[in-house]
């Protein structure tokens, strides 16, 4: 399946509803704040699972990541990163 997701950690707030719609795909670890993708989607039905999960997630935080992102990382970005050209301004 080339379509991979992430849980956005800063705007998880721990309920479940992600784990319910897509259990195969997304845990909630015992004593964890926040839900992680320990699966990437393997067919179509999961595939639609992790699509429903992310509809269904009250704030936004499950995002569709393109699919050369590291596959089960919880999220895709290690953040921005400002242009090259602002680095060199700044000096």
Same mark, same amino acid.
């Given at each position: 399946?080339?379509? $991979?997701?992430?849980?956005?950690?800063?705007?998880?707030?721990?309920? /479940?509803?992600?784990?319910? #719609?897509?259990?195969?795909?997304?845990?909630?670890?015992? /004593?964890?704040?926040?839900? #992680?993708?320990? $699966? $990437?989607? #393997?067919?179509?039905?999961?595939? $639609?699972?992790?699509?429903?999960?992310?509809?269904?997630?009250?704030?936004?935080?499950?995002?569709?990541t393109p699919a050369d992102a590291e596959a089960?990382?919880?999220? /895709?970005?290690? /953040?921005p990163h400002p242009p090259k050209d602002l680095?060199?301004?700044?000096?």
């Amino acid at each position: 399946m080339s379509r $991979q997701f992430t849980v956005d950690e800063s705007l998880c707030i721990g309920c /479940g509803l992600c784990h319910e #719609r897509a259990p195969e795909n997304v845990e909630m670890l015992p /004593g964890a704040a926040t839900a #992680r993708v320990t $699966q $990437q989607p #393997r067919n179509d039905e999961e595939e $639609q699972d992790c699509e429903e999960a992310a509809d269904y997630c009250p704030t936004g935080g499950i995002h569709e990541t393109p699919a050369d992102a590291e596959a089960g990382s919880s999220q /895709g970005s290690d /953040g921005p990163h400002p242009p090259k050209d602002l680095d060199a301004a700044a000096s």
